[in-house]
Structures are given as C-alpha cells and as structure tokens.
C-alpha cells in the first residue's frame, strides 16, 4: 500500500510539472472569490441537471439565468478591487466567463419557456465554458 501511495504521488506531480494551461495571476482575495464562485457554480448545475432530469423544466430555467446567467454578473462588484476576480484575468478568460453568462441565459430563456427540447439541445453550453476555462487556464 505504501508503495502504492509513492507511486500515485509521483505521478501526480508528474502530472502537475506538466500542466500546460496558462497561469492567471490573480491576488489571493480574488482567486478565493473566484473558487467560492466555481464551487457555487457546480451546485447550481447540479440543480439544474436535477431539475432537468424531474421534468421542472422551467424552474431549471429560473435557476440558471439566477446563478449562472447575465443575471448573476457583478457578484463582487461590492468587494474590494483585490477580491474581484474579473479585472485580474486574461482577457481571453475573462471573454470565456462572459460567454458563459450568455450561455447559461440563452438555455434559461428556453427552459423557462418550457420548451424542453431547446432547452436540453442547450444545456450541454451551461458546462462547455467551464470546460474551456478549466482546460485553459490555472491560478496556482
């Protein structure tokens, strides 16, 4: 088991030295609002794939556009600059999270129009920005 553990260590680190995305050097405040963010994000998806697979299309709808849509922008506009995660990104990042805003809005519009086939032909846009972001960048 020991020897297990070694080896899965070192091939974590491995994997680590060997990260290609691209570092956004954000200050500490703003990389925990950011990971507060993300973390509230996964929860609402998973709400909203609940929701989905429940057949509560719309309030999946409402859900999305309230966290995760054009509606939920300006989260830490009340912070201090140093807690605001969008001024400190890459632009390219930061056009990512935008994009997903639209995203998340244009499949709430459907969902909660209760259409269900839009809204399911769009839900795979609620992860695909988190996906790029993901795929794309780091801030440690």
Known sequence: MRAFLLIAAFLAGQALAEDQRQLALLPPA??????????????????????????KIKEAGLLAEASLGQSAQGKHRE???????GPHMPPAM??????GHVAASEFAKAASSGDRE??????????????????????R
């Open 94 to 99: 930061h056009s990512i999270g935008n994009d």
């Open 30 to 55: 703003a990389q925990e609002s950011l990971r507060e963010e993300m973390l509230g994000n996964l929860l609402a998806i998973n709400e909203i794939l609940t929701l989905m697979a429940a057949g």
């Open 118 to 139: 839009k809204a399911l032909a769009l839900l795979p846009k609620l992860t695909e920005g988190c996906v790029a972001c993901h795929y794309s960048y780091r801030t």
């Open 79 to 85: 912070k201090p600059f140093s807690a605001r995660p």
